[in-house]
């Protein structure tokens, strides 16, 4: 079996880890910022577990009913939405072993308003690859439906549906310890936060884990 050696991502809030995990396999990963912006994606949610159960964490955008780039669509402030986010990571995760450390990285973010929704999970997508140490080049696209030949297109193959989400033989979630494991089965793939909140300097090793058709080419 052949694989690219180059993978395009949509762009994503706190991805999952099956997102993250891309940024091992391929020497490049490409960020799409021509395509149109979909609802019900990652690319404006992020999903982690709460002591209810799972939780989905939603930016709002303004016209989301019109047909716009997601490099130009702005983030809506009607309501305050930064302070409800950071305060259910904080609800859920400030027993994790590694929130108290961690923590600051994400909250220094949440404090500024972002006017593109593309440039905040930019910035969020920063911290997390310094936090995981992961230098993979990446790439934003200038132009729509300009794939090379040796690059996977994944745009729309990452769903937080299950039945819109495609097979993908390169990840296979691996389990871990969460912060409410007593009370819940283990949950896979939520937002790349639960790994580094609950497994901190183990996160890394977790998602190479997690390619088991492929190693790390890190």
């Known amino acids: 079996m052949t694989y690219e050696s180059e993978i395009l991502l949509s762009t994503a809030y706190l991805p999952p880890v099956q997102y993250m995990s891309k940024f091992l396999t391929y020497n490049k990963v490409r960020i799409e910022t021509q395509e149109h912006f979909l609802k019900q994606t990652y690319r404006n949610r992020t999903i982690i577990e709460s002591g209810n159960g799972l939780e989905t964490l939603i930016i709002p955008v303004q016209g989301e009913d019109k047909k716009k780039n997601i490099k130009d669509l702005k983030i809506s402030y009607i309501e305050n939405w930064r302070s409800l986010h950071w305060n259910s990571m904080v609800t859920a995760y400030s027993s994790s072993p590694y929130f108290d450390i961690l923590k600051y990285d994400f909250k220094q973010i949440y404090q500024k308003k972002t006017t593109f929704l593309l440039d905040f999970n930019m910035k969020l997508l920063e911290v997390i690859l310094d936090l995981l140490e992961i230098k993979t080049d ?81």
Do not use: W
């Open 138 to 218: 990446i790439q934003l696209t200038e132009t729509f439906e300009g794939i090379p030949d040796n690059c996977l297109n994944m745009r729309e193959a990452i769903h937080p549906k299950l039945q819109k989400a495609a097979p993908d033989p390169l990840f296979k979630a691996y389990p871990y310890s969460q912060v409410y494991e007593d009370k819940y089965p283990f949950y896979p793939n939520l937002s790349i936060v639960d790994l580094l909140f609950n497994c901190g300097s183990s996160s890394y090793e977790i998602l190479r884990n997690s390619i088991p058709a492929k190693k790390s080419i890190l």
